[in-house]
């Protein structure tokens, strides 16, 4: 028995120690686990701003910006037609709570109806809620395909003396913290559940040593299924029937009144919600080039991927090639400005300099083979050897045009 | 005579059920009945998550259509089972209670350690249903009719009617009306949306998103009654498991008189 004990309490000090093996931090979310050409060709990201880094619990962060669901999306995913999306957050587990989605100006608590070539201008209320330095990334997730991963960043909760809290109000006037409303009723009812459940049990099976189990086995195999002998034998007895009429009769009385109660206290209650919308088109903006992707070249010796492109300007000022964005990484062209953060690298666009009204031109733009790599956006070994993305393009007033360009991948040396 | 003959045998079972072992004493049953508590916790939980595993897990998922059509059948199947055993083993009818009890150890060990602890998920929003009280009506039905078959018919309507009851206690409160985002949702929805479930999307919840095929738009009761016909085929579903898994394979190689 003391064998028995101390073997008891080392396993329970073992489980205690494992439950302090807390996470504390998550670094990354799979998304280099998607395939690099599915990730190129299906969304675009772009302008995704974080509002704050370091907020306190119940501090309040906006994550804005758009996503395209590009004319490039694969074939295979969405049978190449996706319909139904939901815009998300990816972060460790639930350390903020979502307050506000906007979507093209439109309220969207749940998914959204959404189709392939439109774009949508989002933005996303956080309220900080679990301590600790966190790496949140927005995402868009498409039905029958799967969630794609936009740009994120480290944002860090401080701890606050009051906790956290998710105050609403209901239609009844009523305010709760979400939080925590209904715990003790759930906890509660099933531990009254749980002592009638050991109540019955207990009383088979260690009823003052009457009823054994084990060697129990021999009288019942003696007797046919449908039978338990009765009074003559024993087994089940009158009292047997009684106690476990009591027993019957406290879970009746238990889940009959619980319920009446619940429906009466709880009145007015109506059943869960799909509240599906369609966002309204954004404001079109002003076309200024189109640009089409001709050949794109894996140089093995330097280490690049040069797409080159065929830009036509159709504004009345001269534009630039600013910006490539594919996956979740944003490539800039230095001239338009320098890269920050953990999704923005540097790209080189020849020939450097504009691109005239009128006048179609020739660009190459030079991707960095390391970068690629690290984020498998190269996609060689894959299925498809493609290379997709957006190429932004700025005139002189700062107009910015985003076109969705997409060629093959030549993998060989040039 | 035949009388006689009866009680001589009445009487001898009744000695057998009463003969004291000297080598088979009580610390076997208990670490018989311990012992079994995992497996049959595992076999109830694995069978629970299979079929029924995100009605059960979220509150925005355990709506009136869906959950209440598949939990009780996904679940009556290990405590149809195990009331076989139990009443074949020892006519003891402890089956679908004890089941029920295992369970619901598995499932708030999980809850409490991997989702509260663990990611600090709001335990009122991941909270386990309860089967007990669903569990000792069923057992009570077979304590009752000793009939499988009436445990089958009868049992399995109790089962799924004393779940319902005996959980949407629990789900009443987060089926209150608020507005969110300018929408008019559940306390349930709106943990749904707020407790942020990165690789669940809200799309993917099978729910009651409205049908011409309700009764006179009594989706509950519809669900209730078409989750009843589902939850006695589950039950035989159990019972095949039990005579043909589990006891048929141990009366081969067991002493019969």
Redesign the interface.
Known sequence: MRRFILTALVALLGAAAM?GL??TSVSA?GEIAQEGFVRMEAVGWWDVRFSRSDLTQNDNMVISGTTKLLETWPSNMSNGNPE???L???????R??????KINGM?????FFCSKGSVYNFSMTLRA??PGNWHVHP?L?V?ESG?LIGPGQYVNINSSPSGFS?P?????GKS?D??????W???G??AI??V???W??LY???PG?V?????????????P??????P?????TRR??RH??Y??GA??V???V??L???S??S?????????VKPPAPPVQAQLATAQATDAIYDTASDTLKIETTVTNTAKSPVTVSAFRTGNLTFLNPIAGLPHGDYEYQMKVSPEGTIEPGQTGKVTISLPGDVLRKQELLPLGQAQYVVAGVLELTDADGNRNFDTINTSLNPTST | MATAT??LE??R??E??E?R?KF?D?K???M??VTAGFVVGAAANITHLLFAGDWDFWT?W???QWWMTITPFATIIIPSALQYIQ????????GA??T??CL?FCT?IGRL?QWK????????FV??A?W??A???T??VL??S???ILTSLIGSAVWTM?FW??N???Q????????????????????G???????T???L?V????SLRTFLQE?QYVSLAFGTTLCVFGYWVGQFLGRRLAVWPILKY?K??
Not at chain 1, 88 to 94: C, D, K, M, Q, S
Not at chain 1, 107 to 111: A, I, K, R
Not at chain 1, 168 to 172: A, D, R, S, W, Y
Request: positive net charge; glycine residues 6%.
């Open positions: 439950t807390r996470t979310h139904i999306c939901y998300t957050v990816v972060e460790p587990g639930a903020f709570v979502l307050v506000d989605r309220e969207s608590p749940q998914s809620r679990d995402a997730a039905k969630t998710f609403i109000t209901l239609l009844n709760i979400v939080e925590s409303y209904g715990t009723l759930v906890l009812f099933s559940t749980l009638l459940g050991m019955w049990l088979w099976t260690v040593g009823k054994r189990t084990i060697t129990r086995l021999r009288v019942a195999n003696e007797l299924l449908n039978q338990d002998g009765g003559a034998v024993g087994i089940i047997d029937h476990m009429a027993i019957t879970a009746v238990l889940t009959g619980g319920f109660w619940a429906s206290h709880y007015g209650n109506i059943p869960l919600q799909v509240q599906w | 009866i009680d009445a009487l079972i009744r057998l059920a003969r072992y088979i009580r076997w049953d208990l018989f009945w925005d355990k709506d009136r009443w074949r083993a020892w006519r003891f009818p402890t209670t004890y029920a009890v619901f708030w350690l602890y663990f990611i600090n998920m709001p335990i009122n909270w386990s309860t007990i009280p569990g000792i009506l057992d009570y304590l009752k000793r009939s499988f004393g009851m005996s949407y206690i629990m009443l409160p987060y089926l209150q009306p608020t507005r969110f985002m300018g929408h008019t949702l559940t306390v349930a929805d709106v943990q949306i707020g407790y942020i479930r990165a690789q999307p809200e799309y919840r729910i009651e998103h409205g989706t067991l019969q008189y």
